[in-house]
Each structure stands twice: as C-alpha cells, then as structure tokens.
C-alpha cells in the first residue's frame, strides 16, 4: 500500500494547476448512459474514481475513448446490462448516479445498494422516493435495488433535505421522462449546475439549477454533447489551506473563486491575503493563522468536504476554533490523527473544539477517507520532521498528482512504494 512521507515546515511557494472536479465528473460520465450519441468530456481529472467509473459504464456496454488531449468520449450506443454490481459500487459510492439514467434509458436497472461508509451510514431513500414518484417500480432485494418503469413520468418531487446526488440523479431520470418534473429542496452546488448545462447540451430542458426548485421538461431523446468539466473547488480549497497553513503564498490556476466563497471568506478570516482573478486565486499569509470557528451545511454554506483541512489549520493557529459538521454524522475521524501529531482537538457529538498550538510534530498517522488524508497532508506539510501518511488510496480517489502538484510548489513530499 502506498504512503506520503512530508517533510515539513517549508511553505508553500509558486503556481499549481487546478484539475477538473471529481464530483461534477462522476455525475457527467453517467449523463452519457441517456442518449444514444457519444458525449465528449474535457478537463477530466486522472482519478482513481474516474478510472471505477469507466470500468463501472463499460461493463453496462458503454464504449469509453480517451483522446490525446486528455478528452474522455463516452457512446452509450451499445448500452446492453444496466447492473451496477456489488464490486464496484462498494468502492465507490457515486456509482448510484447510474440509477436513474439507466431507469429512463433502459428502463431498468439493477444497482447494488452502497452501503454506509467511513463518513456515515448515507441513506440514498431520497434516490429512490424521487424514481417512485416518477412512476418507477423500485424493489430492494438481495442488497440490490431494482428499479424499473416502461416511461418515466414528471413529477413534483420535494426532497426532505438536500442531497447532491439524489438531485443530480433525478434530474438526469426526468430528462427523458413523459411531461414536467419539479424538483423542490435541489442541491445548489455548483457541480448539479455543470451537470444541467451539460444536460442541456445534450438537448435537455431544465430551469432553475443553481436555486433550490429545478424544473425539467422531459424530451424523447438527447443527443450528443462536448462539455469541460468545471474546476475542483475542493482540490482548490485544499491547496489554499496548504498555503495558508505554511505561510506561504501562491497562486492557482484553472480554477474560480465564484465556486469557493465561503471557503475564502474562512482564510480571509483566518488572516490571509486573497486576491481572486478570472480563471485565478492567490493567497498569500504572513503571519500566524488565526483559528476560525465554522459550520458546513449545504452550497452556498461551508463545504462538508472542507472541513478536515480547516481542522488542521485551526490545529496551529492562534486562538481556539469551534467546528460543527451537520451534513455526516461520522466525519471527524481525523481529530484523533491530527492529535498523534500534536493537536489539541475535543469532539463531543458533532463539534470539535480545536485549541490551537504552537507547533506539530511528525508521525505516522492513518487515512480513513478522502477529505480525513487532505488534513493529514496539510498538517504534514506544518508538522517539524517527517509525517507518513499510510493508507493514501484515499486521497489517489480524488487529488490528481498531490504529490507532484505540493513538490512543485516547494513541498519535501513523496511516494513510498
Ligand atoms: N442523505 C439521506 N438520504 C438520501 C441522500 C442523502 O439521508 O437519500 C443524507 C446523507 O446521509 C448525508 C446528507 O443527506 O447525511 C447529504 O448527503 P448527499 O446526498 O448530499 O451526499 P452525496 O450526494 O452522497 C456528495 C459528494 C460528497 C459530499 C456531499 C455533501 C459526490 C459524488 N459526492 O455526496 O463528496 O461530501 O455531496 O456535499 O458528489 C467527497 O468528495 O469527499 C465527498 C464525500
């Protein structure tokens, strides 16, 4: 299993290239599954998601080209097994994203369940209600879901609270259903918002993504599309945090503050300098972090995903920060790794109150999911001596070259084989 062993204590120095965003990928490659024509992807991250998704499509039949250029064509053409099995679907959990294309498309699907995880047990009952609304006969037997409805109908569907995927999942099935589907209580994120302009690429008719009501009017068919794939707003935020947390200063490319300002506004707080362009954002911190006090909810609120690596910035900051996840039950699972390295952190429920240090010291510390290994890092990259983080599976899920990307920029970070 592969490791990251950080020397830390340099900060963070020059300019880094942001990738395309994990999340708005996985749900535009099984945007593919509903036309018939093949959709053209650019901007794709090289992720080990990406990767399960491709494998994930193309045993459905789905036939997926890579390009020079680093293009990804998905024909759905040949779609012949609409199943999402166990294997698969256990490792990573977007895969659900198949069931409701495959339901409007094919007019079945076989999806296993995914099963709760690391960061909480993540029912998808939203997923499911929606498709039933639509006219979709769902069965759940032998661990998976099997969904079925000879043409789905428009519905008015109100979500009982905001799911990403369970948005981006229904607007995708009522694409092609018969008449209008509203959904009401949608995610906002800006990666269901890459989706829609995707989707209307593809000859879909929706209004409102981006606002809490999401409308769409269904159509026989889509068609083919080329669509670039938003930027990372969380491979930025993470990087942000890396450059603040080492005093450092840099700028990054690729990516746009309009996607991030509440993560901003939180460094901006914590003391640093950014300064946002179009297609840019530099920071630069000069003097000790102050701790930051903040709560994840729902886009355009702070960011669940962000929350580990603020935890390590609070971690060494002046001054006391008072962090509450409310999206996951289970997602502080780096405070106790985050204290082997010196951290001052006390969880009770779902607050963690984070004293900051003066300093962290270097160890072998444990990844336990994708966002939990970005805190690590960041920690590592402060921390006097050398941090190794084990299991880094996690982070290959969702951060493009990390460790080329933090070298690049000044940071003694490598591989262990
Ligand atoms: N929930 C339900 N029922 C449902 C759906 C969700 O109870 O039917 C609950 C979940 O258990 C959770 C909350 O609602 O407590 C919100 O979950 P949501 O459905 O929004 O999460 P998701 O769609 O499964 C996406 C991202 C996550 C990100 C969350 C929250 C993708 C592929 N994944 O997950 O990303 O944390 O939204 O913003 O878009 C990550 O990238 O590290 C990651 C975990």
Redesign the pocket.
């Known amino acids: 299993m592969d490791r990251l062993a950080i020397e830390g204590g340099v900060p963070l120095r020059g300019e880094a290239r942001v990738s395309g965003a994990?999340?708005a990928a996985?749900?535009l490659m099984c945007a593919a599954l509903l036309a018939r024509e093949p959709l053209t992807l650019g901007n794709v991250p090289h992720l080990r998601d990406v990767t399960t998704m491709v494998r994930l499509l193309a045993q459905m039949g789905v036939a997926a080209t890579l390009d020079e250029g680093g293009a990804l064509t998905l024909d759905a053409a040949g779609l012949a097994n609409p199943v999402a099995p166990y294997e698969l679907v256990r490792t990573m959990?977007?895969s659900i994203?198949v069931l409701g294309p495959l339901v409007a498309r094919a007019g079945e699907a076989r999806v296993s369940l995914p099963g709760g995880c690391a960061?909480?047990?993540?029912?998808?009952?939203?997923?499911?209600k929606g498709l039933a609304a639509m006219g979709a006969e769902i069965a759940v037997e032998h661990g998976y879901i099997h969904a079925r409805a000879h043409r789905l109908a428009g519905a008015r569907i109100f979500m009982d609270?905001?799911?990403?995927?369970?948005t981006e999942n229904l607007m995708m099935a009522a694409t092609l259903a018969e008449g209008t589907t509203v959904l009401e209580n949608a995610?906002r994120?800006p990666?269901v918002v890459d989706l829609a302009n995707c989707l209307v690429a593809m000859g879909a008719r929706i209004t409102g993504a981006g606002t809490d009501v999401i409308t769409i009017e269904g159509v026989a068919r889509l068609h083919g599309a080329t669509h670039r794939i938003m930027p990372d707003r969380?491979e930025t935020g993470t990087f942000l945090v890396a450059a603040a947390a080492t005093g450092g200063e840099v700028r990054l490319t690729g990516t746009d503050g309009a996607y991030l300002e509440a993560v901003l506004e939180k460094l901006r707080e914590a003391g640093a300098e950014v300064r946002e362009e179009p297609g840019a954002i530099s920071l630069a911190m000069r003097r000790r972090p102050r701790a930051v006090s903040l709560r994840t909810a729902?886009?355009p609120a702070f960011?669940?995903?962000m929350q580990a690596q603020f935890m390590a910035l609070d971690a060494i900051a002046a001054g006391t920060g008072v962090i509450t996840e409310t999206?996951?039950?289970n997602r502080f699972m780096h405070a106790i790794e985050l204290a082997r390295l010196g951290a001052d952190i006390e969880t009770s429920g779902n607050t963690a109150i984070v004293k900051g240090v003066a300093s962290l010291d270097g160890a072998t510390v444990m990844a336990t999911?994708?966002?939990a290994s970005a805190s690590l890092v960041v920690a590592g990259l402060v921390a006097r001596g050398e941090t190794v983080v084990d299991r880094i599976y996690h982070l290959d899920r969702?951060y493009e070259a990390i460790e080329e990307k933090l070298s690049a920029l000044g940071a003694r970070i490598r591989r262990v084989r």
């Open positions: 994990k999340n996985l749900p959990r977007a994203l960061i909480g047990l993540r029912p998808v009952d939203q997923h499911l609270l905001v799911t990403v995927t369970g995610a994120e990666e969380i729902p886009y960011p669940t995903d999206i996951f039950e999911d994708l966002r969702g």
